[in-house]
């Protein structure tokens, strides 16, 4: 007779328990158990309880493979999905074996668990697992599947609706009365304000403050006071939400016309551009990509749009000031180039026109593209291409909670042809174009935020926090995948003959970069090096990078004025013809200006199930060693969140968006 020690854990989430008869039966390289009921004469089920049971065999399984776990209905009760976390068996011989599931189990289904330490495809020797494997990798592939809905733009996941995505896959029941009930509550203020599909003109300024009775934050507040100054204006540029685009400036563009005389009054006594470019003072901001495309038509006229360039100059206060703007990439009597000296409204006009390009850029580039649409190519692959039992599926898998569920419900509501983003100036057509222009321009190292900086030569920049903490966090994400990876890769060799890994990155090459080979992405792995340099980027993205261009975006932009995604009137053409009236008709009436912010709301929102950066609620390995190198992991996140805390209590524009605390694990949102 052999004693198997059986320790199931029932999920914490509402209804994760079950009232059904809960049967397991154990698989081991010397045979198979019985059919077991896990049965302890009372609730053994309820959510958040750890049961204990024996079962007991009339010889010793050996090692042991799989545990199948089954559900049958009790009685005449109603189905019931059961949450089942994980399970742990302590066999004769006293070692403990967790085999993760995390998964709701469904009466009639039969779920088999690979337990033990992770397995790469070659280290597979018995023929259950090695049958096993390929089975589970089948069945992934026939539900995973790959959507084209755009040539030129990433793939996507087949389906079309969230309900259709397994229950663990889909958001908790929690987070979705969060959001339903905040969808609500935005949705009831806005009505009764009368905002709601107005088509009223903003009589005044300061009437915009009003959109929202509670919805404020100290830094949207903050924006609301200063968001005429140019030395704020310049600063979101480092530290706003879209803090990717601006570069170093050694020598103006060819149609770019700016004088030594436009600008010198702006620059440090008895300085020159020259000497302030030679000195690595001046940058730019260059709209080219949004040069020829069409934008919507508003009110039966087409509506305007800017690729435009703006050049900063950081003063000697450090100092990021805007000092010339150009609103289109060809200059002539009608595009001229603005100044700060020239009237008020006309250089607000200019900065804003400058803005709303960033912003659709921002929007549909660098935050819907570079993380939401990547990061569910990321997803797909992995769920396609590596079993649960593989030590990168185990690496990963936390980095992607939500994220199918998020964009499948975004592509409706935020960016499809009925979203809120199609009321912005270029539209669903016109912002897609920017995406394909995007997609073909990207580069590998413009994701690997330590080279995207030396690229943009911003290496010196004082107060650029979005840098500093960035850089700090690739740098402990980094040496957390070095320690996983190379844990499990002790060599190229075993780098280079994991099909299954081979696999996966040639999913996220044709799939994600369409096979671009000129964008330097990988199309296979051939060192560990490498491996560690890519699982750096994608757990970096997905959570750092989707934090800094996400979660501010209330913050900045709910202050319409300051930068929005829709300007009603064309952009000035002559200098000293505008007034402010002429501010308030080129941005968006009453009602667009509502559904920006509602929408600036809901992006920004933070929810109670929420799971920090580096935690790891699910235990999915059972190695000690991966499970100190966590440890270690949380640590360094933790001491860096002190710094930021101390450097942020010290600044009267704080950076919190990179705070490790503030940080999801995933893109959830």
Same mark, same amino acid.
């Given at each position: 007779?052999?004693?198997?020690?059986?320790?199931?854990?029932?999920?914490?989430?509402?209804?994760?328990?079950?009232?059904?008869?809960?049967?397991?039966?154990?698989?081991?390289?010397?045979?198979?158990?019985?059919? #077991?009921?896990?049965?302890?004469?009372?609730?053994?089920?309820?959510?958040?309880?750890?049961?204990?049971?024996?079962?007991?065999?009339?010889?010793?399984?050996?090692? @042991?493979?799989?545990?199948?776990?089954?559900?049958?209905?009790? %009685?005449?009760?109603?189905?019931?999905?059961?949450?089942?976390?994980?399970?742990?068996?302590?066999?004769?011989?006293?070692?403990?074996?967790?085999? $993760?599931?995390?998964?709701?189990?469904?009466?009639?289904?039969?779920?088999?668990?690979?337990?033990?330490?992770?397995?790469?495809?070659?280290?597979?020797?018995?023929? @259950?697992?090695?049958?096993?494997?390929?089975?589970?990798?089948?069945?992934?592939?026939? %539900?995973?599947?790959?959507?084209?809905?755009?040539?030129?733009?990433?793939?996507?996941?087949?389906?079309?609706?969230?309900?259709?995505?397994?229950?663990?896959?889909? *958001?908790?029941?929690?987070?979705?009365?969060?959001?339903?009930?905040?969808?609500?509550?935005?949705?009831?203020?806005?009505?009764?304000?009368?905002?709601?599909?107005?088509?009223? =003109?903003?009589?005044?300024?300061?009437?915009?403050?009003?959109?929202?009775?509670?919805?404020?934050?100290?830094?949207?507040?903050?924006?609301?006071?200063?968001?005429?100054?140019?030395?704020?204006?310049?600063? =979101?540029?480092? #530290?706003?939400?879209?803090?990717?685009?601006?570069?170093?400036?050694?020598?103006?563009?060819? #149609?770019?016309? /700016?004088?030594?005389?436009?600008?010198?009054?702006?620059?440090?006594?008895?300085?020159?551009?020259?000497?302030?470019?030679?000195?690595?003072?001046?940058?730019?901001?260059?709209?080219?990509?949004?040069?020829?495309?069409?934008?919507?038509?508003?009110?039966?006229?087409?509506?305007?749009?800017?690729?435009?360039?703006?050049?900063?100059?950081?003063?000697?206060?450090?100092?990021?000031?805007?000092?010339?703007?150009?609103?289109?990439?060809?200059?002539?009597?009608?595009?001229?180039? %603005?100044?700060?000296?020239?009237?008020?409204?006309?250089?607000?006009?200019?900065? !804003?026109?400058?803005?709303?390009?960033? @912003? !659709?850029?921002?929007?549909?580039?660098?935050?819907? !593209?570079?993380?939401?649409?990547?990061?569910?190519?990321?997803?797909?692959?992995?769920?396609?291409?590596? $079993? /649960?039992?593989?030590?990168?599926?185990?690496? @990963?898998?936390?980095?992607?909670?939500?994220?199918?569920?998020?964009?499948?419900?975004?592509?409706?509501?935020?960016?499809?042809?009925?979203?809120?983003?199609?009321?912005?100036?270029?539209?669903?057509?016109?912002?897609?174009?920017?995406?394909?222009?995007?997609?073909?321009?990207?580069?590998?190292?413009?994701?690997?935020?330590?080279?995207?900086?030396?690229?943009?030569? *911003?290496?010196?920049?004082?107060?650029?926090?979005?840098?500093?903490?960035?850089?700090?966090?690739? #740098?402990?994400?980094?040496?957390?995948?070095?320690?996983?990876?190379?844990?499990?890769?002790?060599?190229?060799?075993?780098?280079?003959?994991?099909?299954?890994?081979?696999?996966?990155?040639?999913?996220?090459?044709?799939?994600?970069?369409?096979?671009?080979?000129?964008?330097?992405?990988?199309?296979?792995?051939?060192?560990?090096?490498?491996?560690?340099?890519?699982?750096?980027?994608?757990? %970096?993205?997905?959570?750092? =990078?989707?934090?800094?261009?996400?979660?501010?975006?209330?913050?900045?932009?709910?202050?319409?004025?300051?930068?929005?995604?829709?300007?009603?009137?064309?952009?000035?053409?002559?200098?000293?013809?505008?007034? !402010?009236?002429?501010?308030?008709?080129?941005?968006?009436?009453?009602?667009?200006?509502?559904?920006?912010?509602?929408?600036?709301?809901? *992006?920004?929102?933070?929810?109670?199930?929420?799971?920090?950066?580096?935690?790891?609620?699910?235990?999915?390995?059972?190695?000690?060693?991966?499970?100190?190198?966590?440890?270690?992991?949380?640590?360094?996140?933790?001491?860096?969140?002190?710094?930021?805390?101390?450097?942020?209590?010290?600044?009267?524009?704080?950076?919190?968006?990179?705070?490790?605390?503030?940080?999801?694990?995933?893109?959830?949102?």
């Amino acid at each position: 007779m052999a004693d198997y020690k059986i320790e199931v854990t029932t999920g914490s989430m509402e209804n994760a328990g079950t009232l059904d008869h809960i049967f397991v039966t154990l698989f081991g390289t010397e045979g198979q158990s019985e059919r #077991n009921e896990l049965d302890n004469f009372g609730f053994d089920f309820t959510h958040g309880k750890i049961g204990t049971f024996t079962i007991k065999t009339s010889f010793c399984l050996g090692t @042991l493979l799989l545990v199948k776990v089954e559900k049958d209905p009790y %009685f005449i009760h109603p189905e019931d999905e059961w949450y089942c976390s994980k399970i742990v068996v302590t066999t004769p011989d006293g070692d403990a074996i967790l085999f $993760p599931c995390y998964r709701w189990v469904s009466t009639g289904e039969q779920v088999e668990l690979r337990g033990g330490r992770a397995m790469k495809v070659f280290e597979e020797e018995h023929p @259950l697992l090695i049958d096993h494997r390929e089975k589970e990798l089948a069945l992934k592939k026939s %539900f995973y599947q790959w959507q084209i809905i755009d040539e030129e733009i990433p793939h996507l996941i087949s389906l079309n609706d969230s309900f259709e995505l397994p229950a663990e896959i889909r *958001l908790s029941k929690l987070k979705t009365s969060e959001i339903d009930h905040t969808t609500l509550m935005i949705g009831i203020e806005l009505k009764l304000k009368g905002l709601v599909g107005s088509t009223e =003109q903003w009589r005044n300024i300061e009437d915009m403050k009003e959109i929202f009775w509670y919805k404020k934050t100290t830094m949207s507040e903050y924006v609301t006071d200063h968001w005429k100054e140019d030395g704020f204006y310049g600063s =979101q540029f480092l #530290n706003g939400v879209n803090p990717n685009v601006i570069k170093r400036c050694s020598e103006l563009p060819p #149609n770019f016309p /700016v004088t030594e005389e436009m600008v010198k009054p702006f620059l440090e006594e008895d300085s020159s551009l020259e000497t302030e470019m030679e000195d690595g003072n001046i940058f730019i901001c260059d709209k080219k990509k949004m040069d020829g495309i069409p934008a919507r038509y508003y009110n039966g006229e087409p509506l305007h749009v800017t690729a435009g360039l703006c050049l900063f100059y950081l003063n000697p206060e450090h100092k990021l000031m805007p000092i010339a703007i150009q609103l289109h990439q060809q200059p002539s009597e009608q595009n001229p180039i %603005f100044l700060p000296s020239d009237p008020d409204t006309d250089w607000l006009l200019a900065k !804003m026109f400058i803005k709303n390009a960033d @912003l !659709m850029d921002h929007q549909t580039v660098h935050h819907l !593209m570079n993380t939401h649409y990547l990061a569910e190519v990321y997803t797909v692959a992995t769920l396609r291409s590596f $079993p /649960v039992i593989h030590p990168i599926y185990k690496l @990963l898998i936390p980095h992607f909670r939500y994220t199918l569920h998020i964009n499948i419900g975004g592509r409706k509501i935020l960016f499809g042809p009925e979203g809120v983003l199609s009321i912005s100036s270029l539209g669903y057509e016109g912002l897609t174009e920017v995406m394909r222009r995007s997609l073909s321009e990207l580069t590998y190292s413009s994701l690997c935020l330590p080279e995207n900086i030396a690229a943009r030569g *911003l290496e010196s920049i004082p107060n650029f926090y979005y840098r500093d903490d960035g850089l700090k966090l690739w #740098n402990i994400i980094n040496s957390f995948v070095e320690a996983i990876v190379e844990y499990y890769y002790t060599s190229d060799c075993e780098v280079q003959k994991d099909s299954e890994l081979q696999e996966w990155i040639s999913e996220i090459f044709t799939h994600g970069f369409l096979g671009n080979k000129a964008s330097g992405f990988p199309e296979c792995f051939n060192t560990v090096e490498e491996v560690i340099k890519f699982i750096t980027m994608v757990i %970096f993205t997905v959570t750092a =990078q989707h934090s800094a261009v996400n979660d501010g975006q209330f913050d900045y932009n709910s202050w319409m004025p300051n930068g929005s995604l829709l300007l009603r009137k064309p952009p000035p053409t002559t200098i000293g013809d505008s007034c !402010m009236e002429t501010v308030l008709e080129t941005l968006p009436n009453v009602g667009e200006t509502a559904s920006f912010a509602e929408m600036l709301w809901m *992006l920004s929102e933070r929810h109670t199930d929420v799971v920090p950066l580096g935690s790891y609620p699910e235990e999915r390995f059972d190695e000690c060693d991966p499970k100190q190198m966590i440890k270690e992991f949380q640590a360094e996140l933790s001491y860096l969140s002190e710094e930021i805390t101390t450097r942020n209590s010290q600044l009267k524009v704080p950076y919190t968006y990179l705070n490790p605390t503030e940080i999801e694990n995933s893109v959830t949102i």
